[in-house]
């Protein structure tokens, strides 16, 4: 079972950058689709952006579109999320998930590995 480590959430001003890391202490997952999920209190989780395995196609929520950027560097088994322009909406939980298919997704339920989440709050 691979799981997945978040680190890079924190408290920021609207306007402002983070900085998203994921890995997986042990395992690879160079294979995989890689996913970045948030969830804001009350409200379900929802899809953020996706890197397939060999980092040729992502794709991305239209929230977040043109702000937020997702990479990964299969060598040091690490996935990212470089998040700009930080809205007070963005504010949320942040997931980091795997998924083994062979066809990517945003679907929350098909991906099989989670970590245990890093806030990032944006204030006005």
């Known amino acids: 079972q691979v799981q997945l480590v978040e680190s890079g959430g924190g408290l920021v001003q609207a306007g402002d950058s983070l900085k998203l890391s994921c890995t997986a202490p042990?395992?690879?997952?160079?294979?995989?689709?890689m996913g970045w999920f948030r969830q804001a209190p009350g409200k379900e989780r929802e899809f953020v952006a996706l890197?397939?395995?060999?980092?040729?196609?992502?794709y991305y929520a239209d929230s977040v579109k043109g702000r937020f950027t997702i990479s990964r560097d299969n060598a040091k088994n690490t996935v990212s999320l470089q998040m700009n322009s930080l809205k007070p909406e963005d504010t949320a939980v942040y997931y980091c998930?795997?998924?083994?298919?062979?066809?990517?997704?945003?679907?929350?339920?098909?991906?099989?590995?989670w970590g245990q989440g890093t806030q990032v709050t944006v204030s006005s």
């Open positions: 998930a795997a998924d083994r298919s062979s066809t990517w997704t945003t679907r929350v339920r098909e991906y099989e590995y």
């Open positions: 042990g395992r690879t997952f160079s294979s995989y689709t």
């Open positions: 890197i397939t395995w060999s980092g040729s196609f992502t």
